[in-house]
């Protein structure tokens, strides 16, 4: 059994709060739906701007450098979930450590959308995820975005069993548009 996967208490619900009646499907990225991972990160990082203070380019769009390398080199990984064949959310990894270099992976974006915010899809996309590829991992969060920080902190710990290393506002790593030093977060998925 999956280590994301818990048991259902009597309300219908799993222990973390993942909604049983919800049909979730978590499916790797593929190429010709490209564009729908490209126009989800618009939106994310639409959100995310509030943090970072970024602006758009002269066509109004974040735009995401990287992400055609998702289908070119090895070790960059992006998964939708769906709950009820709508997609809910997405998770993207790459092997490029922050500023660890024996660190195998980092989250380099990951979004639930707001309808879907805490009924346990999250949490269960990045348990899928560390437990599809194992190794060494580093998160990154923006201090400012409280929700965030507190949901990473708190499944990095539990999926760990308290085995994780948790460095706020830390000096060795590159800083965030506005300046703000990260939250980094160090753990293994090693069995």
Partial sequence: MPSWATTRESSGRLS???RTDMNIEITKVKEEEKEI???LLEK???EFSQYDGRDVDENGNFGYEWL????????????????DNKIAGFAMSCPYAEYRESTDYQ???FCILPKYRK??????L?????DTHKGSWEIRCHPKNIGSVRFWESIALEYSGGKCEIVHNDTLAEPYDDKTLPNMIYFSSEA
């Fill in 16 to 18: 973390w709060g993942f």
């Fill in 37 to 39: 991972l490209r126009n």
């Fill in 44 to 46: 994310y990082d639409y």
């Fill in 68 to 83: 055609d390398y998702y289908w070119t080199e090895d070790g960059r990984y992006a998964y939708f979930i769906r709950a």
């Fill in 107 to 109: 989250v380099a974006e």
């Fill in 119 to 124: 009924l346990g899809l999250g949490k269960k």
């Fill in 126 to 130: 990045a348990f899928y995820l560390w």
